[in-house]
């Protein structure tokens, strides 16, 4: 069961100022025209986020380290939104200042990329390099940024995964950032006090995605950071459950009752 919810003025509230003064949207039109858009990357991908409006949350900006990131940009660092969406994100980092030549997204989906355009009304503009791959593959368009990253944004992207791949792709991540100190891998996810393997309430697929707390997001990192020879300062905090989440079959209902979804911050920067 995927959620879509209905088009509530209050819904794209946290986008409202970007498709004002990046897009030019007027503002009377700007509801009609985020709900328009919103039909088509929900049938390219029909992601609860979506549905829900979560593409205009600008998340990157609330974080306490934005200022250091849009500062680094702004001097030629360059930013790589990983799982980008309609790339969101890095419109925020431009209309804020941001060079988008020193910017690149990318996603699974290239379906996204367009519609990020339509949303933001930007194609005849934005020069940010956006890559349609899958990370995980050996031989991925990615390969190209080897190195070359200084800053890597991962927005509810790391929960989607079984902690076996999150730790293939945290590997993947260190290889697209500059070997030196300073690099960053920063982001959010759905984490739970009780970290483990859950699955989203009305998902009948099968699947299950490790959720973290503070301390196994700590542990992953330094077992990453062992294979890569590297050293990693991890910053990480839980916020107030989001949603409920499920144990997966032959789990305690004591288990059960304890599983909420929080929303895990991190800051992880090379020593």
Not at 98 to 103: I, S, V
Not at 150 to 173: C, P
Request: proline share 4%; aromatic share 10%.
């Amino acid at each position: 069961m995927h959620c879509y919810l209905p088009p509530f003025k209050s819904s794209i509230t946290p986008g409202k100022k970007l498709l004002r003064e990046y897009s030019g949207i007027p503002e009377d039109e700007i509801h009609d025209h985020a709900e328009a858009v919103r039909r088509d990357p929900f049938k390219v991908a029909p992601y609860h986020c979506i549905g829900m409006f979560q593409f205009l949350d600008l998340s990157l900006k609330t974080m306490d380290i934005y200022q250091e990131v849009l500062d680094r940009v702004k001097h030629g660092d360059k930013f790589l939104d990983l799982g980008c969406c309609l790339g969101q994100e890095i419109r925020q980092l431009v209309s804020d200042g941001a060079p988008c030549e020193n910017t690149f997204g990318s996603d699974l989906y290239s379906g996204f990329f367009a519609l990020g355009y339509k949303l933001f009304k930007d194609e005849d503009r934005l020069k940010t390099i956006f890559i349609a791959a899958d990370a995980f593959h050996e031989t991925s368009p990615l390969t190209e940024l080897a190195g070359r990253m200084n800053i890597v944004y991962t927005g509810a992207f790391f929960h989607l995964f079984s902690l076996e791949d999150q730790e293939k792709m945290a590997l993947r991540v260190l290889q697209l950032l500059a070997p030196k100190p300073g690099s960053l891998v920063i982001g959010r996810q759905s984490g739970s006090e009780d970290a483990g393997a859950f699955t989203r309430s009305g998902d009948t697929s099968g699947r299950t995605h490790f959720r973290h707390n503070v301390q196994s997001w700590k542990e992953l990192w330094d077992r990453v950071g062992k294979a890569d020879g590297s050293r990693w300062s991890v910053e990480a905090n839980l916020d107030a459950p989001e949603f409920t989440l499920i144990a997966p079959t032959g789990k305690s209902m004591d288990l059960q009752n304890k599983m909420s979804a929080h929303e895990l911050r991190y800051i992880i920067r090379r020593l």
